[in-house]
């Protein structure tokens, strides 16, 4: 672990960003360029003392999971995330955590939508990152680990994330996580994670198993759907995914028609914040 180099190159990046370039409100005149130590803190997730700590050359080394959360926070490209890496004594990233690195150009564009539900995704269905709409909407998903942390794995073995789509709705929605996981699977092959997502739904799920044989391929998400919110109730929603070059990546967005009622429910989600869904009868 290079302390001085690493504590040199957080500095350097975190005044190199303005508090717009990561959604956070301007405020007030600032001393110093770029953002504040407990505003990089803030979004990496970690105490404001751990991080000035590292820019200080007296932290501890940082964990893969530290660096992830740093390299999110900072807006680094890949090069930068392994430079990143490198200089704080770990091997190059593994490839869950490159899985898991946010496309930053998607970032940029999350950054700008403080109005409306919106969130990224990896290709295996992972919610990477998501504004506080999302968060109210869809609940928080940062605890999940291992297979579960896939949406596509939870639709299969998990009754309770289902349900957010109404019943009518439910086996098109099926049909879709197959599709985009196949499409997955044919990008990254069959020794990938999503090879290990499907071999291990295979075991688990009777209908994922018969939807699979179907080999029917799709990326695109839903143009028009409802959504059912533990107490506002359905809301319509229109969506919009913008996807990265290799398509490992996407930022989908929801909005409602305005002046409609799903619009208005869609503000009060800002006010409801998280709730979390109800478990299934038993």
Not at 89 to 95: D, L, T
Not at 213 to 230: G, N, Q, S, W, Y
Request: aromatic letters at 6%; proline letters at 5%.
């Amino acid at each position: 672990m290079d302390r001085s180099t690493l504590a040199e190159f957080l500095r350097r990046r975190r005044e190199a960003l303005q508090p717009e370039d990561v959604g956070l409100p301007a405020g007030a005149r600032r001393r110093a360029p770029g953002l504040r130590r407990e505003e990089v803190a803030t979004l990496a997730a970690m105490s404001t003392d751990y991080y000035t700590r590292l820019e200080q050359q007296r932290g501890p080394q940082p964990s893969e999971q530290m660096l992830a959360s740093l390299a999110r926070a900072l807006r680094l490209d890949a090069g930068e995330r392994d430079y990143l890496f490198q200089i704080s004594g770990r091997n190059a990233p593994s490839a869950a955590t490159v899985a898991t690195h946010v496309a930053p150009a998607l970032l940029r564009v999350l950054d700008r939508l403080d109005d409306t539900p919106a969130l990224i995704l990896s290709n295996l269905g992972e919610v990477l990152v998501q504004n506080r709409f999302a968060d109210a909407l869809y609940g928080d998903h940062s605890h999940h680990t291992g297979l579960a942390r896939s949406g596509i794995y939870r639709w299969f073995t998990d009754p309770r994330e289902r349900l957010i789509y109404p019943e009518d709705d439910r086996a098109r929605q099926s049909r879709a996580q197959v599709a985009g996981l196949r499409a997955a699977y044919g990008s990254m092959g069959p020794r990938s994670r999503a090879g290990e997502l499907v071999r291990a739904l295979q075991q688990e799920s009777v209908e994922f198993a018969e939807l699979w044989e179907r080999h029917e391929v799709a990326r695109r998400f839903e143009d028009h759907k409802t959504l059912i919110h533990p107490q506002l109730g359905a809301i319509e929603v229109d969506c919009q995914a913008l996807f990265t070059e290799d398509w490992s990546q996407s930022l989908l967005v929801l909005t409602a028609a305005p002046r409609t009622e799903a619009a208005e429910k869609i503000q009060l989600l800002g006010v409801l914040g998280h709730e979390r869904f109800p478990a299934p009868a038993r």
